[in-house]
C-alpha cells in the first residue's frame, strides 16, 4: 500500500492552481491515513491524509521515517553541530541509548548512525578484551 500511495505522489497534480484547493480537498478524502515505524525510536505515528496530500504537492518523494519528537531532536542536533562549527568550540555530546545487546540505558559521547549498534561501556569491553590488556612496551 506504502508502494501505491508512492506512485500516486510521484504522479504529481496537473490541475491549475485555482482548482488546487478543491483538487487537494479530494485527494485528501481518497488518501488514508498510515501508520509507519520511526526509524530512529521505533514506536508507531500516522502519517495523515492531510500531509500526504502536502508532501505530494510539494512533489516529495519519500514518506516521512520519524516521528515528530525525533524529527525535531534531528534538527536540534544538526543545529548543535552548525553552532559549534561555527564557533569554533568544541561541544561535548552526550546522548541517551539503549545498548544493543543488554538493553540498559547509558549515554554515549557521539550521534549514533542510523542503524548500526551501539553498546554500553561493560559490554563493549565484553566484546574486545584486548582494550583492558596493558600495552606490552617489550618489543622497543
Known amino acids: 500500500m506504502l508502494d501505491a500511495l508512492i506512485q500516486v505522489m510521484s504522479e504529481g ?5 485555482n482548482n488546487s484547493t478543491d483538487s487537494s480537498r479530494s485527494a485528501e478524502a481518497e488518501l488514508e491515513d498510515l501508520n509507519i515505524t520511526c526509524s530512529d525510536c521505533g ?3 500516522i502519517w495523515t491524509s492531510g500531509e500526504q496530500v502536502f508532501f505530494r504537492d510539494k512533489n516529495l518523494q519519500n514518506p516521512p ?12 542536533r ?20 539503549n545498548c544493543a545487546r543488554c538493553s540498559e540505558r547509558t549515554t554515549v559521547p557521539f550521534y549514533p548512525s ?7 561501556r561493560s559490554c563493549y569491553l565484553d566484546m574486545n578484551p584486548s ?4 600495552p606490552d612496551y617489550s618489543q622497543d
Open 13 to 17: 497534480d496537473t490541475n491549475t492552481k
Open 43 to 45: 514506536s508507531d505515528f
Open 65 to 76: 521515517k520519524r516521528c515528530r519528537d525525533c524529527k525535531r531532536a534531528k534538527n536540534e
Open 78 to 97: 544538526l543545529a548543535a553541530i552548525a553552532l559549534a562549527q561555527e564557533s569554533g568550540v568544541p561541544q561535548k555530546v552526550e546522548v541517551a541509548v
Open 114 to 120: 542510523q542503524g548500526r549498534p551501539v553498546y554500553c
Open 131 to 134: 582494550l583492558l590488556q596493558p
